[in-house]
Nanobody, 128 residues
């Protein structure tokens, strides 16, 4: 059974930082593209960041580019999202997701439908 467990969310003031962690089990972590998504109440789940296998290629939503950094540690089966200069509009439940690599060359995966396994989410609240 694939399991993804997010942690690190909480309440932070605007301009502050948080680091989210995603612990993966039940999969060969190194063969999975990892992503972070977020969902605010009444909103659709939206792409935040993705990191390809190997960890050298990343992509970000325009709204977080320059503020957030996605990373992975395959030896620890962990993915991370470092969030700096947080804004109230960053408030959402943040989800970690995994997608099995299915070809040698893969596109950047930025849609929720691209991902197969999801964590339960961790709440991030940014106060003004």
């Amino acid at each position: 059974q694939v399991q993804l467990v997010e942690s690190g969310g909480g309440l932070v003031q605007a301009g502050g930082s948080l680091r989210l962690s995603c612990a993966a089990s039940g999969l060969f972590f190194g063969s999975n593209i990892m992503g972070w998504f977020r969902q605010a109440p009444g909103k659709e789940r939206e792409f935040v960041a993705t990191i390809k296998t190997g960890g050298r290629v990343t992509d970000y939503a325009d709204s977080v580019k320059g503020r957030f950094t996605i990373s992975r540690d395959d030896a620890k089966n962990m993915a991370y999202l470092q969030m700096n200069n947080l804004k109230p509009e960053d408030t959402a439940v943040y989800y970690c997701a995994a997608a099995k690599r299915r070809s040698v060359i893969m596109p950047l995966l930025k849609s929720p439908s691209d991902y197969e396994a999801w964590g339960q989410g961790t709440q991030v609240t940014v106060s003004s």
